[in-house]
T-cell receptor
Framework: GAVVSQHPSWVICKSGTSVKIECRSLDFQATTMFWYRQFPKQSLMLMAT?????????EQGVEKDKFLINHASLTLSTLTVTSAHPEDSSFYIC??????????????FGPGTRLTVL | AQSVTQLDSQVPVFEEAPVELRCNYSSSVSVYLFWYVQYPNQGLQLLLK??????LVKGINGFEAEFNKSQTSFHLRKPSVHISDTAEYFC???????????????FGSGTRLSIRP
């Protein structure tokens, strides 16, 4: 199956700083990437959908200026949490999807990044 | 809009007993259905999916699910569970994708399966 990686796997930062999380599709070209956040013992909530080379589409209630998403290539998307605060502490998971090939339109999930803001 | 309901937030089961995790969905259009498993502090792993065809879908780790269109259900079953099946299980739905765009996946609230020895 297709492999998606995330880096870092965990990060601790001070309140007010910015944190960048990378999501990479290792063996396929991801035309679309999705970013989710998951609070403890809760489900995944979709934050935004990004297509390569275009602006991300954010879900209702997600601040686009706080959660900056860049999908500059077919194998890399980044999520930057700007001016992070303790309430941004969460598990962030990305997924990647391709509109070509055998796995047409299936989403492959990364292992997640745990963000703790002090 | 699509939605997914997992009625049971927690299901405790004894080892080697059968288990069923319930999932109901709501949609006005045809959908794809999925079950994912999440082990502690890890990402999601696809257990199985229903796209079309046979309504009984077999997945990994001995799990299977049956699509029931009339009852809008997609319950997950395993005839005999193991300690290693202890995890969070998510039912999910997505609409049929467009030709050139991927589809969003809507997740249920999850069911925590705990296996007792």
């Amino acid at each position: 199956g297709a492999v998606v990686s995330q880096h870092p796997s965990w990060v601790i930062c001070k309140s007010g700083t910015s944190v960048k999380i990378e999501c990479r599709s290792l063996d396929f070209q991801a035309t679309t990437m999705f970013w989710y956040r998951q609070f403890p013992k809760q489900s995944l909530m979709l934050m935004a959908t990004s297509n390569e080379g275009s602006k991300a589409t954010y879900e209702q209630g997600v601040e686009k200026d706080k959660f900056l998403i860049n999908h500059a290539s077919l194998t890399l998307s980044t999520l930057t949490v700007t001016s992070a605060h303790p309430e941004d502490s969460s598990f962030y998971i990305c997924s990647a999807s391709s509109t070509s090939g055998r796995s047409y339109n299936e989403q492959f999930f990364g292992p997640g990044t745990r963000l703790t803001v002090l | 809009a699509q939605s997914v309901t997992q009625l049971d937030s927690q299901v405790p089961v004894f080892e080697e007993a059968p288990v069923e995790l319930r999932c109901n969905y709501s949609s006005s259009v045809s959908v794809y259905l999925f079950w994912y498993v999440q082990y502690p502090n890890q990402g999601l792993q696809l257990l199985l999916k229903y796209l079309s065809g046979s309504t009984l879908v077999k997945g990994i780790n001995g799990f299977e699910a049956e699509f029931n269109k009339s009852q809008t259900s997609f319950h997950l079953r395993k005839p005999s569970v193991h300690i290693s099946d202890t995890a969070e299980y998510f039912c999910a739905v997505s609409v049929l994708p467009g030709y050139s765009s991927a589809s969003k996946i809507i997740f249920g609230s999850g069911t925590r399966l705990s296996i007792r020895p």
